[in-house]
């Protein structure tokens, strides 16, 4: 059963750079039909999907944020990242990786997800 576990910085400053890693077990992140997400949930609010990664390494992004997000892949240590670039408090949220069989997921009931990690943007 495959498992993911995300891992960074709790506390980024304002206008610094947000990044994560996604470390995966019990499954390859080069599997076809797969797509490895990273989604946010801010306190109070819904699920935001802010962007993937394919099997085959081609990259989708939320428009909102495809300025300010960039996830690549590590197939040697079979993990992926996500970089956010000029935070701000808004960003602040628990981020979660996952796969699913869908470009976009949105759900925690669609495909295999980590625990989430909390990111507090405040100087």
């Known amino acids: 059963q495959v498992q993911l576990r995300e891992s960074g910085p709790g506390l980024v400053k304002p206008s610094q750079t947000l990044s994560l890693t996604c470390t995966v077990s019990?499954?390859?992140?080069?599997?076809?039909?797969?797509?490895w997400s990273w989604i946010r949930q801010p306190q109070g609010k819904g699920l935001e999907w802010m962007g993937a990664?394919?099997?085959?390494?081609?990259?989708y992004y939320k428009p909102s944020l495809k300025s300010r997000t960039s996830i690549s892949r590590d197939t040697s240590k079979n993990q992926f990242t996500l970089q956010l670039t000029s935070v701000t408090p808004e960003d602040t949220a628990v981020y979660y990786c996952?796969?699913?069989?869908?470009?976009?997921?949105?759900?925690?009931?669609?495909?295999?997800w980590g625990q989430g990690t909390q990111v507090t943007v405040s100087s």
């Open positions: 996952a796969r699913g069989r869908r470009v976009e997921v949105t759900s925690f009931q669609d495909g295999s």
């Open positions: 019990g499954g390859s992140i080069t599997s076809n039909s797969y797509y």
């Open positions: 990664i394919g099997s085959g390494g081609y990259t």
